[in-house]
């Protein structure tokens, strides 16, 4: 919104004059998120808006965000422009809500299940068009600043990139070999960086007392599935049958321990990048 003051005159006499304020409304829309204030944020221009997806709670563990413009008469989507944009991602449209000069149109952009990048790539351009042509079209360039991993966004905890998932032993070995762009299943060692169990006397794999974890809670609900146990990379070498790998068992968003079950059982892993 902009604002003025407008002076009416008497003609017969000029130095009479009265000051009207004036608020004009903007042609443009104005657009929000399903997570501002947390890890979205935006720089707006007369033809575009930047949109920048940052690390953040509130950004973890995401297949898409919704961005709502509200503006006079409303916007359809019209096109995606850039291959990246074309190939990692979609936009599903909303119900339109609001009133004529108050109209909110929410536009989701979904990554596809195939999307997998670390690169912060800039996706652009959105396109939209006003539903009345005598207001300017506008678009949205999107600037990723976080990776994403088959169509959804990790959490970073304690430095490291987590995405968790479920399955067997050689489900969750499959699935760290296959991820590409550098993503692996966690490693023990990997576990004991996401819970903040770095010190040596974290040191014995073969020690299952349960114990407290140096981790974030909130981040550790995105990164771990609760009441699970989680695969690692490692097998259990002096079992004689190779049936066991080692986990870390996650009982709560604040304790877990160290575990040795059966590679068929189904249990949760957690996929890593740094």
């Not at 146990?229 to 160290?258: I, K, N, P, Q």
């Amino acid at each position: 919104m902009n604002s003025g003051t407008l002076y009416v005159k008497n003609l017969s006499d000029e130095t009479k004059r009265e000051a009207i304020a004036v608020i004009f409304k903007s042609s443009l829309p104005t657009v929000t998120s399903n997570r501002d204030g947390q890890g979205i944020t935006y720089n707006c221009t007369t033809s575009d808006i930047d949109i920048y997806i940052k690390e953040n709670i509130g950004t973890a563990g995401e297949t898409g965000f919704t961005f709502i413009f509200t503006s006079p008469v409303g916007y359809n989507f019209t096109s995606i422009s850039e291959s990246n944009a074309q190939n990692f991602t979609q936009v599903s449209t909303g119900s339109q809500s609001g009133s004529n000069g108050n109209i909110k149109n929410p536009f989701t952009l979904l990554f596809k299940n195939s999307a997998t990048f670390s690169n912060s790539p800039n996706l652009y351009y959105y396109k939209f068009t006003a539903k009345d042509n005598r207001f300017p079209d506008y678009q949205i360039d999107l600037y990723m600043q976080i990776p994403v991993l088959k169509g959804k966004t990790p959490c970073k905890l304690n430095g490291l990139w987590a995405i968790p998932y479920t399955g067997t032993w050689t489900q969750a070995v499959n699935a760290g070999n296959s991820a590409g762009d550098s993503w692996r299943l966690a490693s023990m060692w990997d576990y004991r960086v996401l819970v903040g169990w770095t010190g040596s006397s974290y040191n014995n794999v073969d020690d299952y007392t349960r114990r407290t974890f140096n981790a974030d809670e909130n981040y550790v609900k995105k990164a771990f599935i609760l009441d699970k146990r989680h695969w690692s990379s490692e097998t259990v070498a002096d079992d004689g049958s190779g049936e066991y790998a080692r986990v870390l068992d996650v009982y709560t968003s604040t304790a877990g321990a160290y575990g040795r079950p059966l590679k068929i059982e189904q249990q949760a892993y957690v996929l890593v990048h740094n």
